[in-house]
């Protein structure tokens, strides 16, 4: 995981409460992603960035919203936490074509509302 | 990006090869073969990628047939440590920035 931040790692909110998940990374690379995972089940987009400035939605974007602040920094926002956001949330950048494409994961935050 | 299918769960025994199959009919003429792995709710971990030449590196080899519709991952010598979740995922070489989904996967047992 080296390369890419993600803070909070855990963390629990009350229904309501809003919060933002920080993702830096420190390898220069262009695009950035946020997944949620449940519980036995796989990745699923929330938002990604394909360079600074731009954001786009992913499969399950409702509820959160994102900001692409820097090329360093992708941050995800739980404005109205509800119990259904109770998830792993990892951050992920892609690397350049003369690296392959690899994509990078963070360790994940781990957020539960009660 | 390419959809692949994959089956959601197999059991290997230690010690032996794994082989975990992958179809990605849809492929298209750019798209690579891009192997991951995720370890007991860790980030996901890259494991290989390729074209359309089989590939090896120290961790799995990467087997792709002729038509490119459908590949192979096998780790040589499975260990307990290799208990994960293995995603099969195609997409350009050159798609940072493109949309990136994951499949299901397939949840890989390895049993002494």
């Known amino acids: 995981n080296a390369g890419v931040t993600q803070t909070p790692k855990f963390q629990v909110l009350k229904t309501g409460q809003s919060m933002t998940l920080q993702c830096a990374q420190d390898m220069n690379h262009n695009s950035m992603y946020w997944y949620r995972q449940d519980p036995g089940m796989g990745l699923r987009l929330i938002y990604y960035s394909a360079s600074e400035g731009t954001t786009d939605k992913g499969e399950v974007p409702n509820g959160y919203n994102v900001s692409r602040l820097n090329k360093r920094e992708f941050s995800l926002r739980l404005e109205s936490a509800a119990p259904s956001q109770t998830s792993v949330y990892f951050c992920?950048?892609?690397?350049?074509?003369?690296?392959?494409?690899?994509?990078?994961f963070g360790e994940g935050s781990w957020l539960t509302v009660v | 990006d390419a959809k692949t299918t994959q089956p959601p769960s197999m059991d290997c025994a230690e010690g032996r090869a794994a082989n975990l199959p992958c179809n990605h009919s849809?492929?298209?003429?750019?798209?690579?073969v891009y192997w991951y792995r995720q370890i007991h709710s860790q980030g996901p971990q890259y494991i290989i990628h390729?074209?359309?030449n089989n590939e090896t590196n120290e961790m799995a080899s990467l087997i792709i047939t002729e038509d490119r519709k459908s590949s192979t991952l096998i780790l040589p010598h499975a260990t307990l440590r290799d208990t994960a979740v293995y995603y099969c995922i195609v997409r350009p070489r050159d798609a940072a920035g493109n949309k990136l989904t994951f499949g299901g996967g397939t949840r890989v047992l390895v049993k002494p």
């Open positions: 390729g074209l359309k």
């Open positions: 992920a950048i892609s690397g350049t074509a003369s690296s392959g494409n690899t994509i990078y």
């Open positions: 849809t492929i298209s003429g750019n798209e690579y």
